[in-house]
């Protein structure tokens, strides 16, 4: 196929050297830093560039944040040619899958929202790398008229650059449990270093705090924009967590060593259960579906 990759940041710049190491498309790149383009180019992770004119193209690739998508498509979707399949990468999907797909298909042109599940607490080119996506996760959203074979070709091509588990959900659901697998333990995160306790951790910390503070040094950017966009269901998950750590928070207070015990017991066999889960799950997980039981 011929591709093209907009946005050469951590995702785009990974996309296009994991498309060059492991396949033999071609693969053509815009960025809005020049720069970055001519490091791509010399480094033989693209065949060319393109600014304004996207025909040609069997696979274009967005990897820009939700607004920049929409711009972004909307200033092209003239040039592209008939048949051409455009995707996104955001980390929220709100309106945008609709949105984008009503659009398209007014010019012939396909849309599907994807996510890769893989990333680094660093953005941009420079520590972009062909293997981020070995072993990751693929989210892709259809809607009911997206056609099927567009879903089967794009997963193919993911599987080709290293993903090995697929979900397939709605944009509904994939907002809400965003919310809880990453957005919830970056805001946590960020939380948690405000500590003043931190300034003293150094020879005191070892991999349970590494782990909780890693996502700390995320890009607010991205981030905040990410937050915003999906602030509802984010809400719900941290009234959720608050509700949980209230939990604790009275237990110790009280003294009461038989509920902490409790409380403790209830996560370790919640977690059991999840990673109990996670290994009877197919590579393919269809979840279009699916509700999410409320308490």
Known sequence: MKILIAGLGLIGGSVCKALHAYTEHGVYGWNRSRHVLDQALAEHVI?????????????????????????????RISTMSEGTIVLDVSGVKGTLPEEMTKLCAAHGVHYLSTHPMAGKERPGYDV?????????????????????????????????????????????????????????AHVVSSAYVQSPVLELESGFSG?????????????????????????????????????????????LAAGDADEVYGLIKSGRLRKEENLKRRRQSPSTIDLTDSTIKEK
């Not at 937050?227 to 809400?235: I, K, V």
Request: with cysteine; glycine share 4%.
């Open 47 to 75: 065949d060319g560039t393109v600014q304004e004119d996207c025909s040609g193209f069997d696979l274009i690739m967005v990897c820009l944040y939700p607004e920049l998508t929409r711009r972004w498509v909307m200033q």
């Open 128 to 184: 972009s790398d062909e293997d981020l996506f070995q072993g990751a996760n693929f989210i892709m959203t259809p809607l009911p008229e997206t056609p099927k074979y567009v879903v089967a070709q794009v997963k193919n091509l993911a599987h080709q650059i290293g993903f090995r588990r697929f979900v397939i959900t709605t944009p509904a659901l994939h907002d809400r449990m965003i919310a809880y697998t990453s957005q919830l």
């Open 207 to 251: 991999g349970s705090f590494h782990d909780m503070t890693r996502i700390a040094t995320m890009n607010e950017d991205m981030w905040a924009e990410l937050f915003m966009e999906n602030r509802e269901s984010l809400l719900r998950e941290l009234e959720t967590l608050i509700g949980n750590l209230e939990e604790y928070r009275r237990a």
